[in-house]
């Protein structure tokens, strides 16, 4: 037999520092097949006219059943992300600050800047006042 071939049973194969990866590897991967197939081994599904009835409330439905929601909700929600972000980027921003100079400094001015005309351009709108 040669020596050069490699053999894959070989402990020295399988570097030391590598190991707990593949231990991790095969543990979640065992694990993400036992979750997926319990709720197949568990099933207990007999569907019947009550379950695939529709559900509001315990009381047929009457009406529309979707209801139509005011603009200013979405507006609200849109405003709420936009200025999330802004802290979100402000932070990093902020730590950094030393180290991104100038060019950094100028660029989150613009960058407050055109948040502050939509701010105000988004209040004069009457889109935070509440009605």
């Known amino acids: 037999m040669d020596n050069t071939s490699i053999n894959y049973l070989d402990s ?9 990866i593949l231990i991790f590897l095969i543990i979640a991967i065992g694990l993400s097949i036992i979750i997926l197939l319990i709720p197949f081994i568990i099933n207990k599904m007999r569907p019947d006219e009550q379950k695939n009835s529709p559900y509001e409330c315990g009381f047929e ?17 849109i405003l709420f992300i936009i200025f999330d ?13 030393r180290e991104i100079g100038y060019v950094g400094f100028f660029s989150m001015i613009a ?5 502050t005309i939509g ?13």
């Not at 972000?85 to 600050?97: D, I, T």
């Open 61 to 77: 439905g009457e009406g529309p059943v979707r209801n139509e929601f005011k603009v200013q909700f979405y507006l609200v929600a």
């Open 12 to 20: 020295s194969f399988i570097n030391s520092s590598y190991l707990p």
């Open 119 to 131: 701010f105000i351009y988004e209040w004069k709108r009457g889109a935070l006042d509440w009605k």
């Open 85 to 97: 972000l802004e802290v979100a980027f402000l932070f990093p921003w902020a730590v950094a600050l």
């Open 111 to 115: 960058f407050l800047v055109i948040l």
